[in-house]
């Protein structure tokens, strides 16, 4: 999220604040992906930004200035100067957004820059096994890419994984849960769970000859159980049947309470943005 100015200008870091993501009606406003905590202190009428584009673009080199920002339905559109008309504003689609960073800016707590982090080494157990590569800010938290042997890991930064950054020492202290940082071996057929439930045996001969007069008795008293069963079924199905109409007949006609109760029945029961600094949760 920081980077270094080039040229023969003196070294200062800038902080990315934002993006310029589309053109937006036909006067030159330009929607914006924010990469801030606090829009309101970052684009005030007057700031000024340095833009990151393509060396192709007109735009290379220069910087732009801010003349207003507004919020259609929970989304930042920004109107700056010399951007008149839509054509000038697609021109500048893409365009990503810096801010030098004041000298006595506070330290917001348990919360880092992208280059204060990027490079610093990873400690897991005392033992060194990678460094961060750099930042991903995702909607629901940051991310850090630890690059570690021939691949990277991506690391949720939230305290329960990364409970120690000491950036004087240039270390983070990471308690990753089992399977992360390795792959995990494959589990043995033997440690497999069953899937198939086995079938049910046969009762064999000896197991039918050994029933006694009371199991007798009792499927006797199960076989006239199932024949009332029966019966009474029989005489639902009768009574639903009379119950009806025949083919052709009209049904009755709903009532106003039944209509309002079938209409009940079928009824049913700030914008994200990204962090200019990576916070830990």
């Known amino acids: 999220m920081a980077r270094k100015q080039a040229g023969g200008r003196s070294a200062q870091t800038q902080l990315r604040v934002g993006r310029l993501t589309k053109a ?41 200035t801010l003349t207003e920002l507004r ?10 100067e010399g951007v008149t008309d ?6 500048l689609v893409k365009a990503i957004l810096w801010v030098d960073q004041s000298a006595d800016e506070p330290q917001e707590e348990d919360a880092w820059y992208d280059h204060q982090l990027i490079g610093l080494g990873v400690v897991r157990e005392g033992e060194r ?3 961060i590569a750099r930042v991903e800010h995702l909607p629901a938290q940051d ?26 020492r240039g270390i983070v202290t990471v308690t990753p849960p089992t399977g ?12 497999r769970p069953a899937r198939v439930a086995a079938e049910p045996e046969a009762p064999s001969a000896s197991d039918a000859a050994s029933d ?25 199905d009768a ?42 949760g």
């Open 143 to 168: 991310l850090l890419v630890v690059k570690t042997g021939d691949r990277e890991v991506m690391v949720p930064f939230v305290k329960a994984i990364v409970p120690t950054v000491d950036t004087e």
């Open 239 to 280: 009574a639903y049947t009379s119950t009806v109409p025949a083919p052709g007949s009209q049904p009755e006609a709903a009532t106003a309470d039944g209509g309002a109760e079938a209409a009940a029945e079928g009824e049913d029961a700030k914008p994200t943005t990204g962090a200019e600094s990576a916070s830990r």
């Open 129 to 131: 096994i990678g460094s």
């Open 71 to 80: 919020w259609y339905n929970g989304q930042p559109v920004g109107f700056f």
């Open 212 to 236: 006694g007069p009371g199991d007798v008795a009792t499927d006797a008293f199960s076989a006239c159980d199932e024949h009332a069963e029966r019966d009474a079924a029989s005489e639902a």
């Open 180 to 191: 992360l940082f390795e792959d995990l071996p494959d589990e043995d057929e033997s440690d």
């Open 24 to 64: 937006h009606g036909l006067k030159g406003a330009l929607k914006l992906e924010l990469f801030t905590d606090d829009p309101e202190r970052r684009f005030v009428p007057g700031a000024e930004f340095a833009l990151q584009v393509p060396t192709s673009s007109p735009w290379h080199g220069k910087r732009i």
């Open 86 to 91: 839509r054509t000038g504003a697609e021109s």
